[in-house]
C-alpha cells in the first residue's frame, strides 16, 4: 500500500470519528466541505480546474456544493474509494495525492484542541522530504529574506535565497511540508532575527 492510500485510509477515519460539521484547517471548511472538495477534485475534471483558476471558481463552487449536500457516507465512501477508473488521478494516485491525502489528514487532525504530532515512518519522512525540497522555493517565494529549511538529522535546502536576513526554519520533513502548505499548526524551530522571523512565520505561502 502506498503512502497516498494510508494517508487516505487515515483521512477518512479521522473524518468520521469528527463529524461533518467539525472545523478544519482549511479556513472555514468543515468536515463535510473538505470531503467535497477531494470528491469534486477526483471526480470532477470540468469543475476541477477552478481549484487554481479563478475564472472557473464560480462552477467549481457550485459543483462542490451539490456534492457536499450529499449525505455524508456517502461523501467518506467517495473519499476512501479514490479517483475511479476513468479520472486522470487514477494512474498517479501514489505521486499527486501523496501530499494531499497527508495535509488534508492533519488539516482535520490538527483542528482539533490538544494535537500531538504522529510519528510517521522514516521512508515516510523521506518521501515527504523529497516534497519540500521540490515545492520550497514556491512557498517561500514571497519572503522577504533568505529562508532555508532544515531537519534535525542535518538536511538542508534552500528555499530562498536574497541577500541579507535569513530564517531557518529547522523540523521533520512532515512539518516542513505542512508548513509549506500553508498551516500554522506545526512543530518547528525558527532561528533568525525576530523580525525576520515573524516576516517569514505571517507569510502567505499558498501555492
Excluded at 19 to 30: E, R
Excluded at 84 to 90: G, N, Y
Excluded at 91 to 108: K, L, S, T, Y
Amino acid at each position: 500500500m502506498t503512502m497516498a492510500q494510508r494517508e487516505r485510509r487515515g483521512l477518512v477515519e479521522a473524518m468520521r470519528v469528527a463529524g461533518p460539521d467539525a472545523p478544519t484547517l482549511c479556513g472555514a471548511w468543515t468536515v463535510r466541505d473538505l470531503a467535497a472538495h477531494l470528491v469534486v477534485r477526483e471526480r470532477r475534471p470540468d469543475a476541477a480546474p477552478g481549484i487554481l483558476l479563478s475564472p472557473f471558481a464560480g462552477y467549481l463552487d457550485r459543483v462542490q456544493a451539490k456534492a457536499a449536500s450529499k449525505p455524508f457516507p456517502s461523501l467518506l465512501e467517495q473519499v476512501r474509494t479514490g479517483p475511479p477508473w476513468w479520472s486522470p488521478l487514477r494512474p498517479i494516485d501514489a505521486i499527486a495525492n501523496r501530499a494531499e491525502m497527508f495535509v488534508h489528514h492533519e488539516d482535520v487532525r490538527r483542528a482539533e484542541p490538544g494535537w500531538q504530532p504522529r510519528e510517521l515512518a522514516e521512508a515516510d519522512e523521506d518521501a515527504l522530504w523529497s516534497l519540500v525540497r521540490r515545492m520550497g522555493s514556491m512557498a517561500y517565494r514571497k519572503a522577504p529574506v533568505a529562508v532555508e529549511l532544515a531537519t534535525p538529522d542535518g538536511r538542508h535546502v534552500m528555499a530562498r535565497s536574497v541577500s541579507g536576513s535569513a530564517v531557518t526554519l529547522t523540523g521533520m520533513p512532515s512539518e516542513l511540508l505542512l508548513h509549506a502548505f500553508g498551516r500554522d499548526e506545526v512543530r518547528l524551530e525558527a532561528t533568525g532575527s525576530p523580525e525576520a522571523v515573524r516576516a517569514v512565520l505571517g507569510l502567505d505561502r499558498s501555492i
